[in-house]
């Protein structure tokens, strides 16, 4: 069964970048798309982007001037850079496989504050 | 953007009794290609993360009780839950993932009346 586990920073300033990686354990990030998520706390989520086993990506629009998207094979993970961020990013961040979705990890709760 | 609509906000629904919710898109999320809706329902419980439960408009996911259901075509999709048990008290939000950038409807929370 496929697990995926979510690290990165709880706290990050005004302006800086926030980095995260996303731990994929029983499957390989070779398949399927990988995507990422977020909710601000009592909001619906947000689709922030994935990435497709070849590499290639897609994203919101809203975001992608600031997003950054990757894949390691070898460790078997993939990661999101955000950056210049602002207060209006701070909110639960997922991984999570497919496109519909199938897997998620646990919630990050990223504030953005000084 | 696709926009991602439900209805009603909430729901209170008896132990047992049927629970069903609305969601509508603002175009149609069929690709004609394989004739699939790509549109996806999920259950949230407080301080976790969604849980897919509906994919394909209709198809369950491994290990979703039979008591969900999806159905729908075109832009109007719904969740039935056919006896709603205490276990799903939730918020349940629609997704589209037909068009990039993917959305997500706005949730409906469902609790026992």
């Known amino acids: 069964q496929v697990q995926l586990h979510l690290s990165g920073p709880g706290l990050v300033k005004p302006s800086e970048t926030l980095s995260l990686t996303c731990s994929v354990s029983?499957?390989?990030?070779?398949?399927?798309?990988w995507s990422w998520i977020r909710q601000p706390p009592g909001k619906r989520p947000e689709w922030i982007g994935h990435?497709?086993?070849?590499?290639?990506?897609d994203s919101n629009p809203s975001l992608r001037r600031r997003l950054t998207l990757s894949l390691d094979t070898s460790k078997n993970q993939f990661s999101l850079r955000l950056a210049s961020m602002t207060g209006a990013d701070t909110a639960f961040y997922y991984c999570?496989?497919?496109?519909?979705?199938?897997?998620w990890s646990q919630g990050t709760l990223v504030t953005v504050s000084s | 953007d696709i926009v991602m609509t439900q209805s009603p906000d909430s729901l209170g629904v008896s132990l047992g009794e049927r629970a069903t919710i609305n969601c509508k898109s603002s175009?149609?999320?069929?690709?004609?290609?394989?004739?699939?809706?790509?549109l996806a329902w999920y259950q949230q419980k407080p301080g976790q993360p969604p849980r897919l439960l509906i994919y394909?408009?209709?198809a369950r996911e491994s290990g979703v009780p039979d008591r969900f259901s999806g159905s729908g075509s075109g832009t109007d999709f719904t969740l039935t839950i056919s006896s709603l048990q205490a276990e799903d008290v939730a918020v349940y939000y629609c997704?589209?993932?037909?068009?990039?950038?993917?959305?997500f409807g706005p949730g409906t929370k469902v609790d026992i009346k």
């Open positions: 997704q589209q993932y037909h068009s990039s950038p993917f959305t």
């Open positions: 175009r149609s999320v069929l690709f004609r290609p394989n004739n699939k809706h790509y």
């Open positions: 394909w408009a209709s």
């Open positions: 029983g499957d390989s990030v070779t398949t399927f798309y």
């Open positions: 990435i497709y086993a070849d590499g290639s990506t």
């Open positions: 999570a496989r497919d496109q519909k979705l199938s897997s």
